[in-house]
């Protein structure tokens, strides 16, 4: 018996796939307090805000980087390590194309920005199941 419920393909937009709401941060936490973000949303990354919106991304990797160089995650802010290339996606992007940009970019994290605002965010572990299930 078939569910009638259609499974996702390369060819759908990211907004099927997309993680909604995103987690953020300030740029004024601590890599600790990022740190504990992630442990608790279990997520690879976070937004990261200041008053003017979205202005960089923080990753589980740049918190290990952080750990690995001995670097002070009590001291040292999230406006200090975040990545600021991010690259943008919109919701209606084909899956495929968001993939595509992810590897040329070399990022695993795309926010999902629909007229000017942060909709979602979508990470390579999003997109690999679609393309694992054969779409």
Do not use: K
Request: aromatic share 2%; net charge negative.
């Amino acid at each position: 018996m078939t569910t009638g419920v259609r499974q996702t393909r390369p060819s759908d937009p990211v907004r099927r796939i997309m993680v909604s709401p995103v987690a953020s941060v300030d740029t004024g936490y601590t890599v600790a307090e990022v740190a504990a973000e992630l442990a608790a949303d279990e997520i690879g990354a976070v937004l990261v805000e200041n008053s003017h919106g979205a202005v960089g991304v923080v990753s589980e990797r740049d918190v290990v980087t952080v750990l690995g160089t001995g670097g002070d995650v009590d001291t040292m802010q999230a406006g200090d390590l975040m990545s600021t290339d991010m690259a943008w996606v919109d919701p209606e992007d084909p899956i495929s194309a968001v993939a595509e940009l992810m590897c040329e970019a070399g990022v695993r994290h795309a926010p999902v920005r629909e007229g000017g605002t942060v909709v979602g965010i979508v990470s390579i572990r999003d997109v690999l199941p679609v393309y694992m299930a054969g779409g």
